[in-house]
């Protein structure tokens, strides 16, 4: 009789080494009002540890403690804020260079009045750009069993030979790559930076896209055509984001699997896609079932937008426990 070998899964597992993502660690301070312009004096809150690499990796050391960051802060509190909340929440911090000459990367925020964002972001000018492959990035590469990148972080030349060096090592020891387009419309991606992108997804495992990111990360129309385009560059699996409405794993040949939103009053909806990938990485990487996977992704981003602050709400294994228990799904 022919045994029942479960075929591999997309994901290299937890025990080849610690999740790790490479990107631009942030503070955020955010209006308290909202406004469709940052002209006016006003009042702020913040600063909070954020950038949408910081967040995922909080997230997702949170639920695993198997999480590892490759970034830079300034030497001011900004930093500090930073680095100490990675490291409470279980994420190696040893990746995290600190620039002695430019100041942690920010992030300052207004909401307008349709729900949307207006950013005003110091990124490529701070510490959080000041990638370089050092001793301690090639220890924490030499460790790593995953690689996680946002789209954003693209947006840093110097990141691209730290994040290159990183694949091939991890590729080689059968590590894998998931990748958030995470397309922000405040930041400039040149033909270079596309360019660089097209070979990430060349490379990725995982894709998170969401909304209309799906059929930028294509570069096709219509997101039948582009899951197919995907998927015949070796994407693997392909989880859309659809905010309040939940979202939807793609495999190719397979029926998709839909998940549906948890029922939350929404604060902050920034950090939810972040919470979502982190989430979803580490549960696959634990080799939990797809819709167990799902349920907590979509709980890690539901719990974030009910709080202030991009990283405030990620959740550990048992609050999200408690929140799935406690939270009607939409719809339900
Ligand atoms: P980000 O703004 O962080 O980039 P994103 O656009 O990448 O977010 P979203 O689709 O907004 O991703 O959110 C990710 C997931 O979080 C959703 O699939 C959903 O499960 C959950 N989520 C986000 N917003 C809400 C909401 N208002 N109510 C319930 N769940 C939400
Ligand atoms: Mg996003």
Redesign the pocket.
């Known amino acids: 009789m022919a045994r029942n070998i479960p075929a591999p899964d997309i994901l290299a597992p937890e025990a080849l080494g610690p999740t790790v993502c490479i990107g631009e660690i942030l503070v955020e301070i955010m209006a308290k009002t909202p406004g469709n312009t940052i002209l006016d004096a006003q009042t702020w809150i913040g600063p909070f540890p954020s950038g949408?690499p910081a967040?995922f990796i909080d997230q997702c050391g949170k639920i695993s403690g198997n999480a590892a960051m490759i970034g830079a802060v300034g030497n001011d509190d900004f930093g500090r804020i930073n680095l100490k909340r990675l490291a409470a929440d279980n994420v190696d911090i040893s990746g995290i260079a600190v620039d002695p000459d430019y100041p942690t990367g920010s992030a300052f925020v207004r909401y307008q009045k349709d729900g949307s964002r207006k950013f005003i972001f110091n990124i490529a000018k701070s510490a959080a750009a000041r990638f370089a492959w050092t001793d301690i990035v090639s220890r924490v590469i030499a460790r790593a069993g995953h690689l996680h990148i946002m789209g954003s972080a693209l947006v840093m030349p110097n990141i691209w030979p730290v994040i290159e060096k990183a694949l091939k090592i991890l590729k080689s020891k059968g590590g894998t790559l998931s990748l958030?387009p995470?397309l922000r419309s405040e930041l400039t991606y040149d033909r270079q930076i596309q360019t660089r992108f097209a070979r990430l997804i060349e490379a990725t495992d995982l894709l998170?896209p969401?909304?209309a990111?799906l059929e930028c990360a294509a570069a096709v129309k219509g997101e039948n055509a582009a899951l197919q385009s995907l998927f015949q560059r070796g994407v693997k699996e392909i989880v859309l984001?659809?905010?309040?409405?939940?979202?939807t794993c793609f495999q190719s040949g397979k029926a998709p699997v839909n998940?549906l939103?948890?029922?939350?009053q929404?604060v902050d909806?920034?950090?939810?896609?972040?919470?979502?990938?982190g989430a979803y990485v580490a549960c696959r990487r634990m080799g939990l079932p797809l819709t167990d996977v799902l349920t907590y992704?979509?709980a890690?981003?539901?719990r974030?937008?009910t709080q202030y602050g991009?990283m405030e709400g990620t959740g550990t294994r048992s609050q999200l426990d408690a929140f799935i228990q406690t939270t009607k799904r939409?719809g339900k």
């Not at 984001?241 to 979202?247: C, H, L, S, T």
């Not at 909806?269 to 990938?277: I, V, Y």
């Open positions: 949408a967040i958030d995470n998170l969401s909304g990111e984001k659809r905010g309040a409405q939940g979202a998940a939103a948890f029922a939350v929404e909806p920034t950090g939810a896609g972040d919470c979502f990938g992704a979509c890690a981003g539901a974030n937008v991009p939409m």
